[in-house]
T-cell receptor, first 114, second 117 residues
Framework: DQQVKQNSPSLSVQEGRISILNCDYTNSMFDYFLWYKKYPAEGPTFLISISSIKDKNEDGRFTVFLNKSAKHLSLHIVPSQPGDSAVYFCAASPSGAGSYQLTFGKGTKLSVIP | DTGVSQNPRHKITKRGQNVTFRCDPISEHNRLYWYRQTLGQGPEFLTYFQNEAQLEKSRLLSDRFSAERPKGSFSTLEIQRTEQGDSAMYLC???????????????FGPGTRLTVL
């Protein structure tokens, strides 16, 4: 039973356009969400996070949107660059002292075409 | 470089052999995690240490797996009597103390890729 779902295994976007990566979750206890980026043969790199008390968090070209009622979040990358080509993982955890465990989706492979 | 480091980066072994991996977390981080990632999947939680105490183990961590973190510094993950199903990327992550923090951003190392023949 997947608690974090990334339903698009892959996404191709032209350089300079917007990339939108989606993530859905089923566990109502999740209230902290993270996006990681992973290049081949490397570990995941933390990108951006959002707490459930917010609906948007922005960091440079990256913005994460959270819709708690729909249990849905998305990562927007604007403008997309060829170096953004990687696998993007959505992860979630509950808050508080017990929130040691991150639950990951299966990832979406983003290809930015020059 | 003050990131999380893992050794070896690659390990090829024969079925039935024992293997041990090492993780050195970011120096000021007191929390350390092990995850396993197989092809086409996201990382799956295995176990968690706060300082030297192992506080949680996933059901994925069978009795052939053991992890230690002596003195709350580096950690080792040992797999005994390896099976072909153990082939995966083993990832280590660390995070700072949660005091005053809401979230749990974990910082990952490059991983150890295990191939069991």
């Amino acid at each position: 039973d997947q608690q974090v779902k990334q339903n698009s295994p892959s996404l191709s976007v032209q350089e300079g356009r917007i990339s939108i990566l989606n993530c859905d979750y089923t566990n109502s206890m999740f209230d902290y969400f993270l996006w990681y980026k992973k290049y081949p043969a490397e570990g995941p790199t933390f990108l951006i996070s959002i707490s459930s008390i917010k609906d948007k968090n922005e960091d440079g070209r990256f913005t994460v949107f959270l819709n708690k009622s729909a249990k849905h979040l998305s990562l927007h990358i604007v403008p997309s660059q060829p170096g953004d080509s990687a696998v993007y993982f959505c992860a979630a955890s509950p808050s508080g002292a017990g929130s040691y465990q991150l639950t990951f989706g299966k990832g979406t492979k983003l290809s930015v075409i020059p | 470089d003050t990131g999380v480091s893992q050794n070896p980066r690659h390990k090829i072994t024969k079925r039935g052999q024992n293997v041990t991996f090492r993780c050195d977390p970011i120096s000021e981080h007191n929390r350390l995690y092990w995850y396993r990632q197989t092809l086409g999947q996201g990382p799956e939680f295995l176990t968690y240490f706060q300082n030297e105490a192992q506080l949680e183990k996933s059901r994925l961590l069978s009795d052939r797996f053991s992890a230690e973190r002596p003195k709350g510094s580096f950690s080792t993950l040992e797999i005994q009597r390896t099976e072909q199903g153990d082939s995966a990327m083993y990832l280590c992550a660390s995070s700072p103390n949660w005091a005053g923090r809401r979230g749990n951003e974990q910082f990952f190392g490059p991983g150890t890729r295990l191939t069991v023949l």
